[in-house]
């Protein structure tokens, strides 16, 4: 299938498992984030809406979702995974403010050309990249120049 939920389901039903009700709320719920989040954010957000799902009931279901392909781990931010919805959606990269928090996405394919370069002089095949840079966001810089 080629939404979110049935490719949800198929990837449930291969493993044996059920689509249950907690996991249709987790799924419908992370992607209505637009953007990235982290396992908190997901639970204030259920909860918000009466959904009483556990903390235990959201990280049992996460690998799931990962490993099919739905969503992905990004990077750490302010020490905590930030995830990102990884169905239908183009690559992309991520600066990362160690300060704010702030998170800026960009695609550079100069960036994406060198990779292919040296995994091509290495005699390897790419699954997937991830490139995070951390630093301070410009309105970081300027606080901190000011202080």
């Given amino acids: 299938m080629d939404t979110i939920e049935g490719k949800f389901r198929d990837y449930l039903k291969a493993k044996g498992?059920?689509?249950?009700?907690?996991?249709?709320l987790i799924?419908?719920?992370?992607?209505s984030f637009h953007g990235h989040f982290d396992i908190e954010q997901l639970y204030d957000k259920l909860h918000k809406k009466?959904?009483?799902?556990?903390m235990a009931t959201i990280y049992r279901t996460l690998?799931?979702?990962?490993?099919?392909?739905?969503?992905k781990e990004v990077f750490r931010c302010q020490n905590r995974p930030q995830y990102e919805k990884?169905?239908?959606l183009p690559h992309?990269?991520?600066?990362?403010?160690?300060?704010?928090?702030?998170?800026i996405e960009f695609k550079e394919e100069?960036?994406?050309?060198?990779?292919e370069r040296v995994c091509k002089r290495f005699g390897?095949?790419?699954?997937?990249?991830?490139?995070?840079?951390?630093?301070?966001?410009?309105?970081?810089?300027q606080k901190i120049k000011n202080s």
């Fill in 50 to 54: 009466n959904h009483l799902l556990s």
């Fill in 17 to 24: 498992l059920k689509f249950t009700p907690e996991r249709e």
């Fill in 86 to 88: 990884n169905f239908g």
């Fill in 63 to 71: 690998p799931y979702l990962i490993n099919s392909g739905l969503i």
């Fill in 110 to 115: 100069e960036i994406e050309r060198l990779q």
């Fill in 124 to 141: 390897f095949k790419t699954v997937e990249h991830r490139l995070g840079i951390r630093g301070y966001c410009k309105n970081c810089l």
């Fill in 92 to 103: 992309h990269d991520h600066l990362i403010c160690v300060r704010c928090g702030r998170i």
């Fill in 27 to 31: 799924l419908e719920t992370m992607f």
